[in-house]
C-alpha cells in the first residue's frame, strides 16, 4: 500500500511538472521586444538565476545570435521542471528594465 502511495505521489508530480513546464514554454513564447521587466515576472515567475551583460545576445533563433553592444545589461534564467535535455530560456533587459534578447538554450 505504501508503494502505491509513493508511485501515485510521483505520478501526480510528473503530470503538474508538465502541465507547469507547457504553462512556462507558451509564456516564453509570449515575451515580447519591449516587454517591461514587470510583465515578464508576472508571465514566468521569479528567474532561478540573475547573470550581468551576457557576451552575446540573440532573439529566438541561433542566427540571430550577435555580439552585445551594450543594450542587454541583465539575464533573468529560467529552466523546465522536467529536463531531459538541459534546456534553458533567457530574458535579457536593458538599462529601462525592458526586454531586448530572448533565447532558448538546449544541451546537445
Known amino acids: 500500500m505504501i508503494l502505491a502511495s509513493v508511485l501515485f505521489l510521483a505520478f501526480l508530480w ?15 513564447a509570449r515575451v515580447q521586444r ?22 552575446n545576445v540573440a532573439w529566438d533563433s541561433a542566427a540571430s545570435v550577435r555580439t552585445n553592444r551594450g543594450e542587454c545589461i541583465r539575464e533573468y534564467w529560467y529552466a523546465p521542471k522536467l ?7 533567457t530574458v535579457g533587459f536593458d538599462v529601462h528594465s525592458n526586454v531586448v534578447s530572448k533565447f532558448r538554450y538546449v544541451s546537445p
Open 14 to 28: 510528473l503530470c503538474w511538472a508538465w502541465q507547469q513546464d507547457a504553462a512556462s514554454a507558451r509564456a516564453f
Open 83 to 89: 529536463q531531459i535535455a538541459g534546456e534553458e530560456w
Open 34 to 55: 519591449g516587454d517591461p521587466e514587470a510583465h515578464i515576472l508576472a508571465l514566468l515567475g521569479r528567474p532561478f538565476r540573475i547573470t550581468g551583460p551576457p557576451s
